[in-house]
T-cell receptor
């Protein structure tokens, strides 16, 4: 069974704090993704990575950065958290084929106060 | 960018009935996928249909794809309480998935 784990299920941070969200997958997938999910908006892609140390911006990269130092681990960084970054963050991974099935972690619900 | 749009936004039916939800998209696709999200299991892949396929089945799920109308439908037959969830379609553009806002399905006992 593919497993994608995220470091926290719930997180509360203050405005201006630096926030790290970590994601680990155990299926040797090449691709990894970070999404945020807000009511009525579906999933929006923040960043994705198709290889170690490679990253590509998604639709809403502003205010975020990512790091992929190892194949199994993909981190999302909020350099200076703001209240409009309060959201559910979902990590996913997939094989290196166009449009293949994505496997999701349980999500991190981040609240910025 | 949001490509898929699910319809209806919410659907409430009696257990045992069939549930149909639709997805429309804007540009040409390689494939279309349906996912389910509930609080217990998170977001889970249900079925993938390629652009050259018209219909696909998996258990109680039936997916159709009409590329001329840029639309897809997901039919769940003989619904169960455990089918209560949000359902999302996602289309493939290059190596990314582009997601709709989802249909919230409630199965009443």
């Amino acid at each position: 069974d593919v497993k994608v784990t995220q470091s926290s299920r719930y997180l509360v941070k203050r405005t201006g704090e630096k926030v790290f969200l970590e994601c680990v997958q155990d299926m040797d997938h090449e691709n990894m993704f970070w999404y945020r999910q807000d009511p009525g908006l579906g999933l929006r892609l923040i960043y994705f990575s198709y290889d170690v140390k490679m990253k590509e911006k998604g639709d809403i990269p502003e205010g975020y950065s990512v790091s992929r130092e190892k194949k199994e681990r993909f981190s999302l960084i909020l350099e200076s958290a703001s209240t409009n970054q309060t959201s559910m963050y979902l990590c996913a991974s997939s094989f290196w084929t166009s449009g293949s099935e994505q496997y999701f972690g349980p999500g991190t619900r981040l609240t910025v106060t | 960018s949001q490509q898929g749009e699910e319809d209806p936004q919410a659907l409430s039916i009696q257990e045992g009935e069939n549930a149909t939800m639709n997805c429309s998209y804007k540009t040409s696709i390689n494939n279309l996928q349906w996912y389910r999200q509930n609080s217990g299991r998170g977001l889970v892949h249900l079925i993938l249909i390629r652009s050259n396929e018209r219909e696909k089945h998996s258990g109680r799920l039936r997916v159709t794809l009409d590329t001329s109308k840029k639309s897809s439908s997901l039919l769940i037959t003989a619904s169960r309480a455990a089918d209560t969830a949000s359902y999302f379609c996602a289309t493939t553009s290059n190596y990314q998935l582009i997601w709709g806002a989802g249909t919230k399905l409630i199965i009443k006992p």
